[in-house]
DNA sequence: GTGTAGTTGTC
DNA sequence: ACAACTACA
């Protein structure tokens, strides 16, 4: 009997781990766990969690048309799935797992401790990477060491991919039942969570909608992409990250999709079609970066002498943040969003991410477990990549003293104020015109707001930011010194 | 060593 | 112009 562990791939097609074990012509099974404790340290937001378990019940009918039953079993930890998972290859006399890398540390974790204690038993775990497109660590410079930079990095990738064959693998063919089998596939479904939920209804779940989803936009939006991609009023990016985010649908679906439909891709030639690869590319460094540095997974800072700054901890205006009671329309306007929907628009992360750390000096993994907390897309690599970008305190971040100024970035990208507007109900008595700073408007007129006044001063702001870290950076000029 | 370039900007 | 560093070929 073979066993396909499903985690972050929750789908039959192209499915490297599936495809495998059903090669053997013997019966096959499939598990997911559960881990709510684990979740809930990992701050997973709760319409993830209802996103996940939608997709188990149509992975449960996929694998059913295979021949495979899906069980499901709820423990606490990843830690507390080593004894079920032992007993269960016990029971079904499992001679073989077969599952997908994740890179974040205490997924490596997992998957080390129980591949230490299957090497005491009959059962061997293989684990494939097959996550990214190219696995983490395999695109490297000429020095051998993986990019830390993302241009030169998007070059060797899109080099690489003209060489080698990346193509999908398709659903496998329905594989032997034996007694056991028949069993399992006869009981009914005991997918059940535990993990606190929340509705992620407005997200179609079944395969034939997400790929249409993905079609429909390679084919007729992406073109529109690269023009309309910043401005958040507009509909105009794939919306596929959750999908992506829990393995619904697999990069590799993505690109062959991407470039059925535009052969000119891989160059700027391409337009909006390589803009979106590049997206997807990003998604790739992110994740090589994660798994090739673990501290990234314990919270640190990719340039270390970052580590030296103080951050702001005031806990009431971390709140106003959260709340989108800053005062600052297009800051407020995505936050609720944030909060109401479970996404948000990429631009929009960028300025409140970057109103966060240098508006209000707090500490940018505030806002990363923040964002966990609440996205329906959720992806540590991609949020953490994100954040450490805004803050610039990672790979290849923009430089310390570029901040934006979160009334141009308004005029600019939401220059009809239609996103504002959408979001914030308080301000309809306010004009199109005074809609990016209200406040100005409203004390001209004598207006009491139902809104508040900005709680920072950008200008002063943003001068104590760049100051904050160039306070750092001497700091470390000084240990370089003295070394 | 030497040259080039670095997502998303602001003043 | 900023402000100055680093990654990479």
């Known amino acids: 009997m073979k066993l396909v562990w499903f985690r972050r791939d929750l789908r039959v097609k192209d499915n490297i781990a599936l495809t495998e074990a059903c090669k053997s012509g013997e019966p096959v099974m499939a598990i997911y766990y559960e881990t709510p404790i684990q979740w809930k340290s990992h701050g997973m937001a709760p319409i993830q969690a209802d996103l996940i378990r939608r997709r188990l019940m149509v992975l449960q009918q996929d694998l059913e048309a295979l021949n495979i039953p899906l069980l499901f079993r709820t423990v606490n930890t990843f830690s507390d799935i080593n004894p079920s998972l032992a007993q269960l290859c016990q029971q079904y006399q499992i001679a073989d797992i077969y599952c ?23 059962t061997k775990l293989n684990v494939f990477d097959y996550k990214c497109i190219f696995p983490p660590g395999s695109v ?4 051998g060491n993986i990019y830390r930079v993302f241009t030169p990095f998007k070059k060797a990738w899109i080099a690489r991919l003209q060489r080698e064959n990346v193509a999908p693998i398709g659903t496998p063919e329905p594989v032997q039942i034996n007694a056991t089998v028949q069993a399992l596939l ?32 390679c084919r007729y939006r992406v073109e529109q992409y690269e023009a309309s991609r910043d401005f958040p009023a507009i509909p105009a990016t794939s919306q596929l990250s959750p999908y992506l985010a829990i393995g619904a649908i ?46 990234i997974s314990k919270g640190k800072g990719f340039q270390s002498w970052t580590d030296s700054i103080t951050w702001n901890g005031d806990e009431l205006q971390f709140a106003r943040w959260k709340q989108g009671r800053t005062g600052f ?21 960028m300025i409140v991410a970057s109103f966060l750390v240098k508006d209000l000096h707090i500490d940018w993994r505030w806002g990363e477990k923040y964002f966990m907390s609440k996205l329906i897309d959720g992806d540590f690599a991609a949020n953490n990549g994100g954040w450490q970008w805004s803050a ?12 934006f100024n979160p009334t141009a970035q308004s005029k600019k990208f939401d220059p009809n104020v239609r996103f504002i507007r959408r979001w914030l109900k308080e301000l309809e008595s306010v004009p199109d015109e005074a809609l990016h700073e209200p406040y100005r408007w409203a004390e001209k007129q004598g207006i009491d707001l139902a809104y508040p006044r900005p709680i920072v001063d950008h200008k002063a702001a943003r001068e104590t930011a ?10 470390q000029n000084t240990q370089r010194a003295e070394s």
């Not at 997908?100 to 490596?108: A, G, K, S």
């Not at 690109?255 to 690869?277: I, M, P, T």
């Not at 329309?329 to 631009?347: C, F, K, S, Y």
């Open 466 to 475: 760049i100051s904050m870290f160039e306070m750092a950076k001497s700091q």
């Open 392 to 403: 610039s305190v990672g790979t290849d971040a923009q430089p310390y003293f570029r901040v």
């Open 186 to 217: 006869k009981q009914p479904s005991s997918i059940e969570f535990h993990y606190h939920q929340d509705d992620s209804v407005g997200w179609p779940i079944d395969d034939n909608t997400i790929i249409q989803r993905m079609r429909d936009f």
């Open 250 to 295: 697999s990069p590799r679906q993505c690109l062959a999709r991407l470039f059925s439909e535009n052969q000119n891709c891989l160059d700027k030639s391409g337009g909006g079609a390589h803009v979106w690869l590049s997206e997807l590319i990003w998604r790739e460094f992110y994740q090589h970066i994660t798994a090739s540095y673990p501290d």
């Open 100 to 122: 997908i890398r994740d890179h974040e540390l205490d997924e490596v974790n997992r998957d080390n401790s129980i591949a230490g204690l299957l090497s005491l038993t009959s």
């Open 329 to 349: 329309p297009i800051v407020d306007a995505a936050m609720r969003q944030l909060n109401e929907t479970g996404w948000m628009h990429n631009r929009l992360r």
């Open 140 to 143: 490297i410079n000429g020095a």
